[in-house]
């Protein structure tokens, strides 16, 4: 595949690089820009995530990609580059830790593959310079993962299957939730809460220059709360829920009242996550309620949540 861009690293008339590509070489695919500044041109929508993964947002002529994610650092002494001031994204202190982490990182990966993302690239193979986030140290000499971890790579090459969404998010279709932007009285969490004051509205809830985003209901102050239902069937396995989240920034979640995840900072595209034990213990079959509170101090902002059951 031809990519004349990363990262807007002199990135200039983008349109008309990729169609000079596509007419020299008509075999390849083009990816228009890996990461940043997407053109709406080429074959595929390319995003970058750390420690990620992510998945772009819905494009009817384009392939999914995610150009860029992992970045989970362990720098090994007398193998790096430079023995201070190296870096990963996520920094680990052993293999045990690294390992835990890039296993929860591909499981994730696996449910995105089953959502329609059709290829990730992780980084990376090698450390490289100051970089400490490679599979193997600068000098090759050592392998950070052992060599069982092949198993839950070669889940990735299994054939996908839709997914369930018990509570499914904006990119589905206008998702309703009372909404307010003005901090509320009482227990605003518990199912029970008389929320009829509150606004309706349609996920997602932002503004139109974030991001990859799908904007329903615009939201432009500080702090915005969230409260809506779903049902969930008897028999569900619970250790098969992930969260679907885009959040712009801080996020916190409540099932039943209970607060069960929290999620700081933003994100650039919608994430799954695992369900805390706790969210998991909050859940139970029929009518369960669902609240989100997402504090927002620069920059673009969103907010949106669903729950995916994975195969």
Do not use: C
């Amino acid at each position: 595949m031809w990519v004349p861009f990363n990262e807007g690293w002199g990135q200039h008339d983008t349109e008309r690089h990729v169609a000079w590509l596509k007419q020299e070489d008509p075999t390849r695919l083009v990816d228009n820009a890996s990461g940043w500044t997407d053109a709406g041109v080429g074959d595929v929508l390319d995003i970058h995530d750390y420690p990620g993964p992510a998945i772009p947002p819905v494009d009817s002529t384009r392939a999914l990609v995610l150009g860029e994610f992992g970045g989970l650092g362990l720098p090994l002494e007398r193998h790096t580059w430079q023995a201070k001031d190296n870096w990963g994204y996520r920094r680990f202190a052993d293999t045990t830790t690294l390992r835990t982490a890039y296993r929860v990182l591909l499981t994730e990966l696996r449910v995105l593959e089953d959502a329609g993302l059709a290829a990730a690239v992780y980084t990376q193979t090698s450390d490289v310079e100051i970089e400490v986030n490679g599979l193997l140290t600068y000098d090759r000499a050592v392998v950070k993962l052992p060599g069982d971890e092949g198993a839950v790579n070669r889940r990735l090459y299994e054939p996908s299957h839709p997914l369930e969404s018990p509570a499914p998010d904006a990119r589905s279709g206008p998702q309703t939730w009372r909404y307010t932007t003005r901090a509320p009285a009482g227990n605003w969490t518990d199912p029970a809460y008389a929320d009829s004051s509150w606004a309706l509205g349609a996920a997602g809830f932002g503004t139109d220059s974030t991001p990859g985003t799908r904007v329903r209901t615009v939201w432009n102050t500080s702090d915005l709360w969230l409260r809506r239902s779903f049902e969930l069937a008897p028999g569900t396995d619970l250790t098969r829920l992930y969260w679907s989240i885009h959040h712009d920034e801080d996020a916190e979640l409540y099932i039943n009242g209970v607060a069960v995840d929290t999620f700081p900072g933003y994100t650039s595209g919608y994430h799954v996550r695992a369900l805390s034990p706790a969210a998991r213990a909050a859940l139970h079959p029929g009518r369960n309620m669902l609240a989100m509170h997402v504090h927002q101090t620069r920059g673009g902002q969103y907010a949106d949540v669903g729950l995916v059951l994975a195969p």
